[in-house]
């Protein structure tokens, strides 16, 4: 046995924990069956401009990124995401959503779309803030 320690990890070194740690924690509180990867794009020429990502997790979306192409911003393009992503979580049984931001991040956006604040870590990472919002679906 060896132990590792990277500033580097790739990407399926961290699925492997994620995973790892979602098959233990299932078997505790929840089915297999009631997690659900969930993700929404937007493509141009086959490219991708925009997206959410995130799962399904019991009654819970759970939203962990949402990024739209600086040339696309403005045009409404995030609300139309969400929106679908929301719509695709509560057909699959999902009561509430939540998600986490930064203060320099999109705090505003959630709110105008029905997100409330129920927690915040002050001079996160350093001198800003980290919000976390729910809302029912």
Same mark, same amino acid.
């Given at each position: 046995?060896?132990? &590792? *320690? %990277? %500033?580097?990890? %790739?990407?399926?070194? #961290?699925?492997?924990?994620?995973?790892?740690?979602?098959? !233990?924690?299932? !078997?505790?509180? *929840?089915?297999? =069956?009631?997690? /659900?990867?969930?993700? +929404?794009?937007? =493509?141009?020429?086959?490219? &991708?401009? $925009?997206? #959410? /990502? @995130? $799962? *399904?997790? @019991?009654?819970?979306?759970?939203?962990?990124?949402?990024? +739209? $192409?600086?040339?696309?911003?403005? &045009? $409404? *393009? @995030? /609300?139309?995401l969400l929106q679908t992503m929301e719509l695709a979580a509560k057909e699959?049984?999902? &009561?509430?959503? =939540? +998600?986490? /931001?930064?203060?320099?991040?999109?705090?505003?956006?959630?709110?105008?779309?029905?997100?409330?604040?129920? @927690?915040?870590?002050?001079?996160?990472?350093?001198?800003?803030?980290?919000?976390?919002?729910?809302?029912?679906?």
């Amino acid at each position: 046995m060896s132990l &590792k *320690i %990277t %500033t580097n990890p %790739t990407s399926n070194e #961290i699925n492997e924990i994620y995973k790892g740690l979602l098959i !233990h924690s299932l !078997h505790y509180y *929840i089915q297999m =069956e009631q997690y /659900t990867p969930l993700a +929404v794009f937007k =493509e141009e020429n086959s490219k &991708k401009i $925009d997206g #959410i /990502t @995130g $799962d *399904i997790l @019991g009654n819970w979306l759970r939203i962990r990124y949402l990024w +739209v $192409d600086k040339a696309y911003r403005g &045009k $409404d *393009i @995030g /609300t139309e995401l969400l929106q679908t992503m929301e719509l695709a979580a509560k057909e699959k049984g999902a &009561k509430y959503a =939540e +998600v986490d /931001t930064f203060s320099f991040q999109a705090l505003p956006f959630y709110q105008k779309q029905g997100f409330e604040i129920f @927690g915040m870590l002050e001079n996160y990472p350093i001198s800003d803030k980290k919000y976390y919002l729910r809302k029912d679906l």
